[in-house]
């Protein structure tokens, strides 16, 4: 861990830290066995890049645009997507704020928060962030657009074109590639020849750095630099987090492809786990404020669960809304 005093942090803010990285992995343990259970269809984990999230987000401020990406839950969840809000979007109930119960687990949104609704397509959020920091720049606001994608989806389309776009107008943007060496099952070996996919930023013509992902100090820096940066006027940044994907791709994925050696390793690089062991060598945190936090995520989790479960589901009637112009043909046949 970086010396977090340098970048203006107290013993307080590392405690805020870890609360919400420790929420953020509860509450993907959770969905986990829920869908283990049988009780909702789908899960994409995040275990493994809380500092990446939390550290960034810790470092945006209110007004500040974001395009978060399937895996970004604890970074969803600090930006003001509730527990709740999250199992009522899981169970696909009525009051799901994502879309009513319509759209597929992780495909986060809030309008009140700036969280921008994203597609299936990998890296499409990118334009549509971009375009989002074109506005910001247009009427003069003090505030940044954000984007979070992995390492495969830096090769397609959408991303070059979102960064030249940002590049060229430089645009208070930031892109976050959250680099967890997988692609699915396509190892980063197979993904890019790169060094650091940060590197790519130069053909940008913006700045460019790779930064410890599993340190939530290092990429509270790297974001607090980049917004600095783009509200001065320099332009947009692309910061590659290097992490780990602590589970399969997704509650339907087999990943044997990965050695057993290879999985194992994740039980000493977990980043929770790391920052947790940080600051109790550093005497922040101490077993009896661990016990009342654990109690509390727990408390708020279970209630969360309880809650969405209990829910109500769309009514049939509504299967058809925002889908077909009730108006139109397909209701006159």
Not at 29 to 37: I, K, S, V
Not at 89 to 107: C, E, L, R, V, Y
Request: with cysteine; proline share 4%.
């Amino acid at each position: 861990m970086i010396d977090y005093k340098s970048v203006g942090l107290t013993d307080e803010d590392l405690r805020e830290i870890y609360k919400w990285m420790d929420l953020g992995r509860k509450l993907d343990e959770r969905l986990w066995l829920l869908n283990r259970a049988g009780k909702i269809p789908f899960v994409v984990s995040g275990q493994g890049q809380e500092a990446t999230q939390i550290g960034m987000a810790y470092a945006m401020k209110e007004g500040d645009i974001s395009s978060p990406y399937y895996r970004d839950l604890a970074f969803v969840t600090y930006m003001g997507i509730s527990p709740y809000d999250t199992m009522l979007a899981s169970f696909g109930k009525k009051d799901d704020i994502n879309s009513g119960g319509k759209q597929m687990p992780s495909h986060f949104s809030h309008r009140e928060k700036g969280i921008l609704s994203q597609s299936s397509p990998v890296a499409t959020q990118i334009p549509h962030s971009v375009g989002a920091a074109l506005a910001l720049k247009m009427n003069q606001q003090s505030n940044i657009a954000t984007a979070t994608v992995g390492e495969g989806s830096s090769n397609q389309g959408d991303f070059h074109e979102g960064l030249n776009f940002a590049g060229v107008h430089k645009l208070p943007f930031v892109c976050v590639i959250i680099n967890n060496k997988y692609a699915i099952s396509v190892p980063d070996s197979l993904q890019y020849a790169a060094t650091h996919l940060s590197d790519r930023a130069i053909g940008y013509g913006i700045h460019g750095e790779t930064v410890d992902g599993n340190d939530p100090i290092a990429m509270y820096k790297a974001m607090k630099e980049a917004r600095e940066r783009a509200l001065n006027g320099e332009g947009a940044t692309l910061i590659e987090a290097i992490t780990t994907r602590m589970t399969p791709h997704s509650s339907d994925d087999d990943d044997t492809y990965r050695s057993k050696e290879e999985r194992d390793a994740f039980k000493t690089s977990d980043c929770n786990l790391k920052f947790k062991n940080e600051l109790l060598d550093l005497g922040i945190i101490d077993e009896d404020w661990l016990n009342e936090l654990d109690n509390a995520h727990k408390s708020i989790i279970d209630k969360a669960t309880k809650d969405a479960e209990n829910a109500q589901y769309p009514d049939v009637e509504e299967t058809y809304q925002y889908v077909y112009d009730p108006e139109g043909d397909i209701f006159n046949d």
